[in-house]
């Protein structure tokens, strides 16, 4: 069965600083790989997503992620953090050997804060 | 284009009752599935349709369950509701079947039961 592993529940950076949210997964398969970030009271937002090739996949709002086969685990990154950027930001997985359609398992989130 | 729209926004039920609840996903869009999000469990998948046929199912009771329509609209059901089954539930579409497409969220319904 997959599964995700986000192992900080918050990550405090200060604005303008480089910010790192950690995620790591396990499949019996190829990972497809995606991040999700969620604001008070709203739904999941798509930011981006790894399926094959380049291992720095970029996304929306500046963000990217890293693929890293070896050490099972997709890291999201963004060069400099503003203010706005605070939210809880998800990372999940499907497994492309179990199949199951479109279904997602979500790791338990990340609690990002970027202090002025 | 318009988003995933999911009504009601908020509800409030009684232990016993049940509920139902509706999502429609972004116009093109085949694939409907449905999360459940909770502080202690966090984001637990329930199930998806695709062409009117669930394809896939969580690990939840039979009192949860979900339909699709010929438009691609989706309803879940919960039926003789519990006070645990407080939670935001969250609808996401996808173009099709294939697994390498993003899903797209709606806003969630925040249900409460009482």
């Known amino acids: 069965a997959q599964s995700v592993a986000q192992p900080e529940d918050q990550v405090n950076v200060a604005e303008g600083n480089p910010l790192t949210v950690k995620c790591t997964y396990s499949v019996s398969g190829n990972p497809y790989l995606f991040w999700y970030v969620q604001y008070p009271n709203r739904g999941l937002q798509f930011l981006l997503k790894y399926i094959t090739g380049d291992n720095l996949v970029k996304g929306s709002y500046g963000f990217e992620a890293e693929f890293n086969k070896s050490q099972t685990s997709f890291h999201l990154k963004k060069p400099s953090a503003l203010v706005s950027d605070s939210a809880l930001y998800f990372c999940a997985v499907r497994d492309t050997l179990t199949g199951g359609g479109n279904k997602l398992t979500f790791g338990t989130g990340t609690q990002l804060k970027v202090e002025l | 284009k318009a988003g995933v729209t999911q009504t009601p926004r908020y509800l409030i039920k009684t232990r016993g009752q049940q509920v139902t609840l509706s999502c429609s996903p972004i116009?093109?869009?085949?694939?409907v599935s449905w999360y459940q999000q909770t502080p202690g469990q966090g984001l637990q998948f329930l199930f998806e349709?695709?062409?009117?046929?669930?394809?896939n199912k969580g690990n939840f009771p039979g009192r949860f369950s979900g339909r699709q329509f010929s438009n691609s609209r989706s309803e879940m059901n919960v039926s003789t509701l519990e006070l645990g089954d407080s939670a935001l539930y969250l609808c996401?579409?996808?173009?099709?079947?294939?697994?390498?497409?993003?899903?797209?969220f709606g806003q969630g319904t925040r249900l409460t039961v009482v």
């Open positions: 116009s093109g869009h085949r694939s």
């Open positions: 349709y695709f062409s009117e046929t669930q394809r």
């Open positions: 996401a579409s996808s173009l099709d079947g294939a697994m390498n497409t993003e899903a797209f």
